[in-house]
């Protein structure tokens, strides 16, 4: 599928060296929503939200979302339907079904995960880049970014970013927002902070704080074949998936909960339902009675 350069409402790529399919096109809807003179420097959270889920609305619209019935989203619905109120923050998530290796979350708390993701991780794994992501969100990241973004463009344009309102922008300035958007990255500090999110969700959930790690070890792996320029660009704006396991491993064995991790079954396939047993049919007996001679 080819990607649109237009408005990405803070959707980030969580590992940067893959290429996302996922298309985008914001309509002029979702941008009135917010266009009550809001300024870059007073962009808050719920700003963000509304730009995020309008933006999140489209690519659902322009992407193969999984139905309930999906195999691939009853096994998401499965590991993480219970996250949906997270520490606080209301999240709705979908899989998007393409072979990317992905896997984003926005300001308004959608979470989407790719199929491909799903392909090469197991469930503690899954929910170690997912907590990862929301981390990105409870940290304001993606608020964050937004705000930068629109900042960016109001500054291109000569405008004061602290009296350009929403409502003056041009479609042609939101599309250059956009573009500023899918240039970006999460610094490494940010990343940092969202891999300590990411091990802090798995160990107050009680879950495998290893998978973290593990999760890591597999990206690094899937870098390998990556082209070297490709994968430069990444290292410049994160951090090494292998200096990040180390550290996700430094972290596990502070904590005294350390030990080499063990990757379970991926099970992207739809449950096999047992039919029902056929009751055995009982068998009656009859009782012969004489009849007592007078």
């Given at each position: 599928m080819k990607r649109k350069s237009t408005l990405l409402g803070a959707v980030i790529a969580l590992f940067g060296f893959?290429?996302?399919?996922?298309?985008?096109?914001?309509?002029?809807?979702?941008?009135?929503a917010v266009s009550k003179g809001i300024t870059a420097l007073t962009f808050s959270d719920?700003?963000?939200?509304?730009?995020?889920?309008?933006?999140?609305?489209?690519?659902?619209t322009e992407n193969t979302v999984a139905a309930d019935s999906d195999p691939?989203?009853?096994?998401?619905?499965?590991?993480?339907?219970?996250?949906?109120?997270?520490?606080?923050?209301?999240?709705n998530y979908k899989v998007y079904k393409t072979t990317d290796v992905n896997a984003f979350a926005t300001a308004d708390g959608s979470v989407r995960v790719f199929s491909g993701l799903m392909d090469i991780m197991d469930d503690n794994q899954l929910l170690a880049v997912i907590g990862h992501e929301i981390g990105h969100v409870a940290n304001h990241?993606?608020?964050?970014?937004?705000?930068?973004?629109?900042?960016?463009?109001?500054?291109?344009d000569g405008a004061s970013s602290q009296s350009a309102k929403l409502d003056k922008l041009t479609q042609t300035q939101w599309v250059k927002i956009g573009k500023v958007l899918l240039d970006s990255h999460y610094s490494r500090k940010q990343e940092s902070d969202a891999d300590l999110y990411s091990y802090e969700f798995l160990k107050r959930n009680k879950y495998n704080v290893n998978a973290e790690e593990a999760?890591?070890?597999?990206?690094?792996?899937?870098?390998?074949?990556?082209?070297?320029?490709i994968f430069d660009a990444f290292l410049s704006s994160h951090p090494n998936p292998v200096t990040r396991a180390t550290d996700a491993k430094a972290r596990a064995t502070k904590d005294g909960l350390y030990k080499a991790y063990a990757q379970g079954p991926i099970v992207n396939t739809a449950?096999?339902?047992?039919?029902?047993?056929?009751?055995?049919?009982?068998?009656?007996?009859?009782?012969?009675?004489?009849?007592?001679k007078k």
């Open positions: 893959t290429t996302a399919n996922a298309q985008l096109n914001l309509g002029e809807k979702a941008l009135g719920a700003d963000a939200a509304t730009l995020s889920k309008g933006a999140v609305d489209k690519m659902d691939y989203m009853i096994r998401l619905n499965r590991i993480f339907g219970k996250h949906k109120n997270e520490n606080g923050l209301v999240l990241d993606s608020r964050d970014a937004m705000r930068d973004a629109y900042r960016k463009e109001a500054l291109i999760a890591f070890a597999i990206l690094a792996k899937q870098s390998q074949g990556t082209q070297a320029n449950p096999v339902v047992k039919a029902a047993a056929k009751p055995v049919a009982k068998k009656t007996t009859t009782t012969k009675t004489t009849a007592k």
